[in-house]
């Protein structure tokens, strides 16, 4: 095996993939989900502005409330991304602990070849050939090898000595990828 790594992955290792997924994914940076954030945050903002004239009989008092609250929502709509990582993840992660099933080994082992590469992790072991990676990312915290769309090897930075080994890595990773999917394609 060309590189072995062997090191803990914690929860904090995953909610970082979560949220560079998502920072980096194409349908985060997509325009449906910046749509949707303006729009709600604008549809708020106008129904605030409604209540605060007074178009609905309800009262002053209450009318004001409703429109404090639906401005701030508009606000936090506006300013902050939209973003699962913030309130869903952290709860979900904690309901998969208490089932006992989480999306993460606790202890990991992975090796790099020349032809696939192993994850051994806890009671799985995954085995995947170059062809079927479908990228590798280097983010703040760890570098990623995704076997799809939503799924990667997390390798936290912690594992190489130095920079140079990172960027060693990476770029034999993006080679056997590379070569792999060269030697399948048909020749014209």
């Known amino acids: 095996m060309r590189y072995r790594f062997k090191y803990q992955a914690s929860e904090e290792d995953y909610l970082e993939f979560n949220k560079f997924h998502a920072a980096n994914s194409a349908v985060y940076k997509g325009k449906f989900l910046h749509a949707y954030r303006w729009v709600l945050g604008i549809i708020n903002f106008l129904l605030s ?26 606000v936090l709509c506006l300013r902050w991304k ?37 994850e051994i992790a806890d009671d799985i072991e995954t085995k995947v050939k170059y062809r079927a990676i479908e990228k590798v990312a ?31 890595f990476v770029a034999f990773v993006n080679r056997k990828i590379e070569e792999s999917r060269a030697s399948v394609e048909p020749a014209t």
């Open 49 to 74: 502005l409604l209540y605060f004239w007074g178009f609905y009989d309800s009262g002053y008092f209450r009318n004001l409330i409703a429109a404090f609250v639906l401005l701030v929502i508009s």
């Open 82 to 118: 939209w973003t699962i990582n913030r309130f869903y993840l952290p709860s979900a992660i904690k309901k998969m602990k208490k089932d006992g099933k989480l999306p993460y080994g606790k202890e990991n082992e992975l090796l790099f070849g020349e032809d696939f590469c192993v």
């Open 138 to 168: 280097s983010g703040d915290h760890a570098v990623y090898v995704f076997i799809s769309a939503m799924q990667a090897f997390i390798i936290p930075l912690s594992v190489f000595e130095t920079g140079e080994q990172r960027t060693e």
